[in-house]
């Protein structure tokens, strides 16, 4: 019977310290640029460490594509950089592609230098279209998530704390 | 032996939920809202801090990573002018500010949550910082002027002009909102922080669903492109 229960609550316990845990999102990747020898150098990292095989074409100001190729395991790369004021670079990770950047030559480099990448940009709050009466959407800030982790834990902990408990006294009873 | 570990683990946890419960559940707020308070505890969640060093350490620290600008449509193109009102129906102009100096241009979603308009508050905390480089910082929702006035009397002012941009035009032009494809589909709305240099060009740019709060990637930006003895 004891074992049993042991069994049970330890299931338990680790069902929920594992629901427990806090997802830790990577943070969005970032690619530098410079410009060395008429090259165009990129850096691409995410969480300060070097993203490898992240495909990167290069297109003209035009559109036209110029270069296509994959950062080595330094997650870094280059090409010969193309003629005309701004460069336009797509990055592709894994099956994500990358919003589009477009760089403009400066003196002795590109701006910007370095970029966050983002795959599309979440909206938050949805309001009616023009003209409408403006009425604020969720509110779906990190408190409404943290409030249901705070919830799940402590509904947890007084469960299986409240179980323990309770198989400790039968056990006394018997 | 197996009991008295149950028993303690047990009362443990029990325990560990009566802390959980009292620091995290335990701080609902009154029935009438305090936002202010609301949003300072969102600042804290993102572990916001307001900057104490001075200005020139802070801009020196070659420790500090500051978050590089998104690939926005409008990087490097002229900021797109526009007239808007204050909260006291005086009349404010990006052109007439850039004359000035930079701007850090913030679209907030309004002051009625949290998070949609602590972005505010953490300018405000940094806010002479901003000024010692000569920067003007302007916020801009769809909020009535009303509205804003009636917050401020109840929680305070911003020490910087916030303005009402009725039907999200200007909001648009820098797609911060995106408005619905047709009459009855709703328009979508995100954060968005912009930095214009003097000549009138966006510098840098932010937007997405959370407010971005670290002001000294800002003063970095600015100070990296307009140097201040």
Known sequence: ?174 | MTRGLFAVLGVGLLAVAGVVGYHFLGSEPPPGRDIAQEARDDLERRNFTPLSAPLAELLADPAYAAVPTQADPLLGNPAPDFTLTDVDGKAWSLADAVKQGPVVLVFYYGYHCNHCVSQLFALDKDLAKFRELGTTVVAVSADPPETTRERYKRYGAFGFPVLTDPGYKVAEKYHAFTPGKSDGEDGNQLHGTFVIDRRGHVVWANRGDQPFTENRTLLREIHRREPRP
């Open chain 1, 1 to 174: 019977m004891w074992s049993e229960g042991s069994a049970v609550v330890c299931r338990t316990l680790l069902a929920l310290s594992v629901l427990a845990l806090p997802a830790v999102a990577a943070a969005e990747p970032r690619v530098a640029f410079t410009v060395e020898d008429g090259w165009l150098r990129f850096a691409v990292r995410q969480d300060d460490k070097p993203v490898a095989d992240a495909a990167v074409s290069v297109f003209t100001e035009q559109g036209a594509p110029w270069a296509k190729g994959e950062t080595g395991d330094n997650g870094k790369g280059g090409f010969p950089l193309p003629r005309g004021d701004e460069v336009l670079v797509e990055l592709k990770l894994g099956e994500k592609t990358a919003d589009l950047i477009t760089l403009r030559r400066t003196g002795d480099g590109v701006e910007p230098a370095e970029v966050l990448v983002t795959f599309g940009l979440r909206p938050c709050c949805r309001v009616p279209s023009r003209g409408g009466v403006y009425q604020p959407g969720p509110d779906v800030s990190p408190a409404s998530s943290g409030r249901w982790l705070a919830w799940t834990v402590m509904s947890g902990c007084l469960l299986v704390g409240g179980s323990l408990v309770v198989l400790a006294l039968r056990g006394r009873g018997q």
